[in-house]
């Protein structure tokens, strides 16, 4: 490598990173960013053709380390998953979740259960339900794109209701935020509707203007909503209340062109997640390759940062130490330290405080890097998802537009919050594809004879409607030709589906170390992971969100098909089932991950609570910053990437202030 000092050193090319990197850049700053993925390759084409041959069409499915060529089913990995022992960039993947005690198949290690706990004990550990990417150019290859702000209430959660933790400063940070929201809102070329925004920034009295910005407007007009936003936008849905709040369906800014312009029109096929063909959707890639344009930034793919240096005496960084490889599968090619003024770690919520808890050979640092208030991997948070479904009773047309265009934001703040979590509700434009896995199980069910999707049987939902679609039908009835069709047509076209993103309280306990037994193909340390949804203020929302979906559909005249799933069996027991199951005054729920990864390194005013200041600054190593959702104190109401990067901008600045004064 060569021996160049840059002025900045970047740990990951996601959309933080990436945003740092070209605000240096841009100013004249010489950066070196390491990647650990593969690199961004020159047309999406392969991805895509990944994604068309997998078996199952997740998140990642189209990504590099591919989990989509299964080996032969053994005894102890019977999903024929990669072992990701012998990867050298392991992620976790959403098939994992339901493997997640095996380590032949689940990137993450697990802390032990605990004996004798019951289906509604708060201390049960679950598997973490959300997922991420190691590739040039990060997880927003995969995200959706809802692309909001967070309120000011979002952060003063202790001030307003006594609960969790305040940003510093409180709501004055939103404030300190604003400016770099709309730098950011524009970077992203956010699609979006300012009238229906500020009807909520009233509703909630967002100070000083009520409104979205005074002068400000989206770089895009908003997508269009799909038939299935306009299904349940009716005036007896919206004439319902919840704990004193409307029920207000809003068109959603979004991160995808509804113009052309430098990226292509939107052409509304559902398949953001995992992949945009077009790339009408916002990712990374774009503001990487305008980094590099720049001429001042350089990225180094395959190249793993596995620990930092730093000075006994100054407590400054000094390197950066990586380890190259020749392909994921393949051998380690070489190592060597980057070395900067500055550093920036920006490897997302779980490799981050990773690389912080690996950096523990510094003789005054031997519990980690930054580590000092033992704050680091601590107060994982997601936000937690319930998700309802149901049958539209007029065809909505689902599986068209992207997978999501509107949502309910009405229901993020209020007096409630001092005993539940607020939550916003998308509403997806995806059918049950998330929710039951369909088309395939539908058409499984009609085809086999099965009941799967509950409409083809006997079932009844918790309201006693009969569940079959056709009532002229048998049980498990097994269709084909035009009858067939007939039947899933009226089904698939009837599919709706919303979805909470319930607030999570930030709980030191839900944490990320190191796993003392599981290493990848490089010998570094695999993440083990303690998450508990333990809080019975998150446990309320569930309450909530299961009332308030059947009172929505009732509302519009939909019949609701959520399925309970069976009571949690904890590990060790035969029969166990409990990976995201849990049971709460008499209800057994689901949650599924909402991919948003938070708080694992946060910032605070004190630094014996916090791993960062204000200015997203290691207490502990002046020359040291980290970018990303893990600096968030609180996970808050709003989808985290616009702040992310509206973050991303901020520290940029900070960075090239403190490089000014030199
Ligand atoms: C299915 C899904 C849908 C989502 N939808 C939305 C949405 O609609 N709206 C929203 O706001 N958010 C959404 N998100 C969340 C969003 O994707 C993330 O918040 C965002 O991408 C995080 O960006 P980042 O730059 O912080 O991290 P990443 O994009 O994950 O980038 C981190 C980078 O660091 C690299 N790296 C990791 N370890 C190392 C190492 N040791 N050395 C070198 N490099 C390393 C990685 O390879 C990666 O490139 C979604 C997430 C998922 C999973
Ligand atoms: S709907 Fe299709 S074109 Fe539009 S953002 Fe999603 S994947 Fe891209």
């Known amino acids: 490598m060569s021996n160049q000092e840059y002025d900045l050193v970047i740990v990951g090319s996601g959309i933080a990173g ?13 950066v070196l960013i390491l990647e ?7 047309d999406r084409s392969g991805y895509m053709e990944t994604f068309f041959k997998a078996n199952a069409k997740t998140p990642e499915s189209p990504y590099p380390p591919t989990t989509q060529n299964p080996s032969a089913s053994t005894p102890d990995n019977p999903l024929g998953l990669p072992d990701p022992a012998l990867e050298n960039v392991p992620r976790y993947t959403v098939l994992q979740i339901g493997a997640w005690r095996n380590a032949k198949q689940c990137y993450f290690d697990y802390t032990a259960q605990d004996p004798g706990l019951n289906g509604s004990s708060p201390d049960a550990k679950f598997a973490f339900g959300s997922s991420y990417e190691r ?45 770099y929201y709309e730098q950011a809102t524009n970077h992203i070329g956010v699609a979006g509707d ?83 063909p077009i790339q009408a959707k916002y990712d990374a890639t774009v503001t990487l390759a305008l980094a590099q344009q720049t001429g001042n930034v350089e990225v180094r793919y395959r190249s793993v940062a596995s620990n930092i240096r730093v000075d006994d005496n100054s407590a400054e960084v000094t390197g950066i130490d990586f380890i190259t490889y020749d392909t994921h599968s393949g051998i380690q ?32 640092f031997p519990h980690g890097v930054a580590n000092s ?10 936000h937690i998802m319930y998700l309802a479904w149901g049958l539209a009773k007029d065809p909505v047309y689902a599986y068209r537009g992207p997978l999501s265009t509107s949502g309910v934001e009405s229901l993020r703040d209020g007096a409630f919050r001092s005993q539940r979590s607020a939550y916003r509700i998308e509403i997806g434009n995806e059918g049950w594809q998330w929710a039951a896995n369909d088309p395939f199980t539908t058409l499984a069910d009609f085809v086999f004879g099965q009941d799967n999707s509950q409409t083809n049987g006997n079932a009844v939902n918790a309201q006693g409607q009969a569940l079959k679609f056709d009532p002229g039908l048998p049980d498990n009835a097994m269709l084909f030709g035009e009858q067939l069709v007939n039947t899933l047509n009226g089904i698939y076209t009837r599919q709706i589906r919303l979805g909470y993103l319930i607030e999570q309280l930030p709980d030191p306990g839900n944490r990320v170390e190191l796993s003392d037994s599981l290493t990848d193909h490089l010998g570094l340390p695999r993440p083990k992971v303690t998450y508990r949804v333990r809080q019975d203020y998150e446990r309320n929302a569930f309450v909530s969100a299961k009332q308030v979906s059947t009172e929505i559909f009732n509302a519009m005249g939909a019949r609701e098909y959520t399925k309970a799933p069976p009571a949690p069996v904890f590990y060790g027991n035969p029969g166990e089932v409990t990976a995201t199951n849990f049971q709460y005054q008499g209800n057994n729920f689901t949650f599924y991950g909402a991919g948003h990864i938070v708080g694992t390194y946060r910032m605070g005013n004190d630094k014996s609570s916090s791993v960062l200041n204000p200015r997203m600054q290691s207490w502990d190593h002046s020359n040291l910053y980290m970018a990303g ?24 600045d900070h960075i090239l202030e403190d490089l000014a004064a030199g």
């Open 18 to 30: 990436s945003i740092v990197a070209y605000q240096l850049g841009l100013q004249g700053k010489k």
């Open 135 to 179: 590739i040039g150019g990060g997880t927003t290859w995969h995200w959706l794109g809802t692309s909001l702000r967070l309120f000011p209430s979002d952060f003063e959660l202790k001030t307003r209701y006594g609960q969790g933790v305040d940003w510093p400063d409180g709501a004055a940070y939103y404030d300190a935020l604003v400016p």
């Open 36 to 42: 650990a993925g593969q690199e961004v390759p020159v």
């Open 194 to 276: 300012k009238e229906a925004m500020d009807q909520i920034y009233s509703l909630f009295k967002v100070s000083p203007t009520g409104t979205y910005g005074q002068n400000y407007d989206y770089p895009m007009p908003g997508i269009v909503e799909s038939l299935v936003d306009n299904a349940f936008n009716s005036p007896t849905v919206t004439a319902l209340t919840v704990d004193g709040n409307p029920v207000d369906i809003t068109p959603t800014p979004q991160g995808r062109n509804s113009l052309p312009g430098e990226r292509r029109q939107c052409a509304g096929n559902t398949n953001c997640i995992p992949i945009c």
């Open 333 to 364: 090619t070489g190592s060597g330290t980057a070395v900067g003024k500055k550093y920036l770690l920006a490897a997302h919520a779980i490799e981050t405080p990773k690389l912080l808890l690996m950096s523990n050979k510094n003789t005054h």
């Open 629 to 652: 959702s893990g600096v968030f104190p609180t996970v808050a109401t709003g989808n985290p990437t616009l702040t992310i990067a509206a973050l991303a901008f901020k520290v940029a």
């Open 373 to 382: 208030s033992d704050q680091v991997g601590r107060n994982l948070m997601d």
